[in-house]
């Protein structure tokens, strides 16, 4: 059994930045894709970044490629989404996911699932 907690989420103006962090129990972080995932107000959930525990291969939304770096501490089994020169429309409430195929994480689908924390941007 997988459990995810997030946590870092806030209010951030625009332009600046916050970091999550998504702790992991379970099994270590090389048996597992983790990805970012969010969801704003009125809209349908969507895949931000994942990291591929075996290789750490990475994959970006078009959306926040170069604002957004996604990292892990396998000490920890933690994942982190450092997030850069944050605009409005990254408002959402972040969840972050576990599968053990990365592809699947990729296309937006998770076998695990944290609660989510929110992000608002706004001045």
């Known amino acids: 059994q997988v459990q995810l907690v997030e946590s870092g989420g806030g209010l951030v103006q625009p332009g600046g930045s916050l970091r999550l962090s998504c702790a992991v129990s379970?099994?270590?972080?090389?048996?597992?894709?983790i990805g970012w995932f969010r969801q704003a107000p009125g809209k349908e959930r969507e895949g931000v970044s994942c990291?591929?525990?075996?290789?750490?291969?990475?994959y970006y939304a078009d959306s926040v490629k170069g604002r957004f770096t996604i990292s892990k501490d396998n000490a920890k089994n933690t994942v982190y989404l450092q997030m850069n020169s944050v605009k409005p429309e990254d408002t959402a409430v972040y969840y972050c996911?576990?599968?053990?195929?990365?592809?699947?994480?990729?296309?937006?689908?998770?076998?695990?699932w944290g609660k989510g924390t929110l992000v608002t941007v706004s001045s």
């Open positions: 990291i591929n525990g075996r290789d750490d291969n990475t």
């Open positions: 379970g099994p270590p972080l090389d048996y597992y894709a």
């Open positions: 996911g576990a599968d053990r195929d990365y592809r699947t994480v990729v296309a937006g689908m998770a076998d695990y």
